[in-house]
């Protein structure tokens, strides 16, 4: 069992070996453990190659509603090691036909995607994107779309931050106050892992927003999406669950494999607090993108095959909570 140590340094709870959230929010009621949604058992996807894809595979999947040529769902896909992002439809969330003349963005990786509009009142798909992935200059760009196919960059969301890797970025528009979420990862990739977060009235807003630290721990926690989910908690008030990839004993003999752990919290910024049941998907399964659709959730993620040593992409369903 670990023993937590916290200090509050900036109005942030940092807790020592594994963290938690941020200080000066109020926490969830404490009356019960709250367990996560109920997971159906992993299904794949996604598992025809494109010839652009090289040695790289799918790893992420964010999934928009659009309804466009032919097609109800549109998804923008990142390959694991960040050469580029591909697109792929579908009418059932299961069965995807990527799109002939992939990629649509190279040197581009983890796209979150949201529909909105514009300032002026068009409709428009925005991209929070990772570039130069892995690499001291990696960063987190702002991306815009009329059609999900031709994208122009419109802005830097988090810069280069020296000795620290920016990645993973989560865009989230609040049902419940309207704001938009980014929420990202920080870290060196070895001892010193953090998930911020950034809100504003705007997407475009986000650039320019303060830093909020949700989660330190020197041990790997990364890759945050957020979801809202109505009626879920022990009052059916609704709550917001963040997604985590972690890797237990990732630089030791021991190492548990990548896991999903679920955190969740009555604010998409914090205080979050693990579910009941972590990790809610082990084997070597992570980068779980959170979705509903029609009722239903959806979860996509990764899984690394230990036969063939490629990642492969899933997807997960469960019921939702019902309103009491």
């Known amino acids: 069992m670990m023993r937590f140590k916290t200090m509050w340094i900036a109005g942030a709870a940092i807790a020592l070996g594994f963290s938690i959230a941020t200080a000066g929010s109020a926490a969830p009621a404490r009356t019960a453990s709250i367990p996560y949604l109920s997971l159906s058992a992993p299904q794949k996807i996604l598992d025809d190659p494109q010839h652009w894809e090289g040695d790289q595979q799918p790893h992420t999947l964010s999934v928009v509603e659009l309804n466009r040529d032919g097609y109800r769902y549109w998804a923008w896909y990142g390959l694991n090691q960040g050469r580029g992002m591909g697109l792929a439809r579908s009418n059932d969330l299961v069965h995807w036909a990527k799109y002939s003349d992939n990629p649509i963005w190279l040197n581009a990786r983890w796209p979150s995607v949201l529909a909105g509009s514009d300032s002026r009142g068009h409709a428009v798909l925005y ?25 122009e960059q419109v802005g830097v969301l988090v810069k280069t931050v020296t ?16 704001k938009f979420f980014l929420t990202f990862y920080r870290g060196n990739d070895h001892d010193d892992f953090n ?9 475009e807003g986000l650039a320019g927003a303060p830093e ?19 009626n879920a908690g022990p009052e059916g008030r609704g709550l917001y669950y963040l997604a985590t990839e972690i890797y237990p004993g990732r630089y030791s003999k021991d190492g548990s494999g990548w896991q999903v752990k679920v955190f969740y919290s009555d604010r998409p910024d914090g205080k979050f607090l693990p579910v009941a049941d972590n990790p809610v998907q082990s084997g070597d399964r992570a980068c779980m993108f959170q979705f509903i659709f029609d009722g239903k959730f959806y979860g996509y993620q990764s899984h690394l095959d230990a036969r063939t040593d490629k990642w492969e992409m899933e997807v997960v369903t469960a019921p939702l909570p019902r309103g009491r």
């Open 195 to 203: 998930l911020v977060s950034k809100s504003a009235s705007t997407i």
């Open 127 to 151: 991209f929070a994107i990772t570039r130069n992935y892995d690499t001291p200059s990696s960063h987190i760009v702002l991306a815009k779309s009329t059609d999900g196919i031709h994208l």
């Open 163 to 178: 000795g620290q890797r920016n990645q993973n970025p989560n865009l989230f528009h609040d049902p419940r106050s309207g």
């Open 212 to 230: 909020r630290l949700l989660m330190h721990t020197s041990t790997t926690v990364a890759a945050p999406t957020l979801l809202y989910v109505p």
